[in-house]
């Protein structure tokens, strides 16, 4: 039993020091984000990409389901109004700060490895299939 305890306190260290390091928060809930300002949204962006980035790819891909599952909990109405609420708040932004909404996603998208990429794109093209063609002309 002695000769186990330190290989099993090691484990579990290793295990700890993992979890620790790569754990992705939960997604906040679209009704809260929805009032956040420009620098409180701006601070939790660069948050979250940086933990995002520490993370392996399946925990990734369980932050972006969660959030998925989050707004589908939302009923339709809800959806709107929290759609055309992030719309305004979007129209409201000044020029720079669009660029730096922009910037900050394409330094995220290309800190991943090519096979997410080519994941989200493929997401993406998905999520535009059931978009009306007014919405998609917003979209590039």
Same mark, same amino acid.
């Given at each position: 039993?002695?000769?186990?305890?330190?290989? =099993?306190?090691? !484990?579990?260290?290793?295990?700890?020091?993992?979890?620790?390091?790569?754990? !992705?928060?939960?997604?906040?809930?679209?009704?809260?984000? !929805?009032?956040?300002? =420009?620098?409180?949204?701006?601070?939790?962006?660069?948050?979250?990409?940086?933990?995002?980035?520490?993370?392996?790819?399946?925990?990734?891909?369980?932050? =972006?389901?969660?959030?998925?599952?989050?707004?589908?909990?939302?009923?339709?109405?809800? %959806?709107?109004?929290?759609?055309?609420?992030?719309?305004?708040?979007?129209?409201?932004?000044?020029?720079?700060?669009?660029?730096?909404?922009?910037?900050?996603?394409?330094?995220?998208?290309?800190?991943?490895?090519?096979?997410?990429?080519?994941?989200?794109? %493929?997401?993406?093209?998905?999520?535009?299939?059931?978009?009306?063609?007014?919405?998609?002309?917003?979209?590039?």
């Amino acid at each position: 039993m002695k000769r186990w305890m330190p290989y =099993f306190l090691l !484990v579990l260290t290793l295990l700890g020091g993992s979890v620790a390091q790569g754990a !992705v928060p939960d997604p906040v809930d679209p009704r809260e984000s !929805v009032n956040y300002t =420009f620098d409180q949204r701006m601070a939790h962006t660069k948050q979250l990409h940086a933990k995002l980035r520490e993370a392996s790819p399946a925990e990734r891909s369980m932050y =972006f389901d969660k959030s998925l599952e989050a707004i589908k909990k939302l009923s339709p109405e809800e %959806r709107r109004d929290l759609s055309e609420k992030f719309k305004s708040q979007w129209k409201k932004l000044t020029d720079e700060q669009k660029k730096q909404v922009k910037q900050e996603a394409r330094n995220y998208i290309t800190s991943l490895p090519d096979a997410e990429r080519k994941e989200l794109k %493929r997401r993406r093209e998905l999520m535009l299939e059931f978009m009306s063609p007014e919405e998609r002309k917003h979209w590039p």
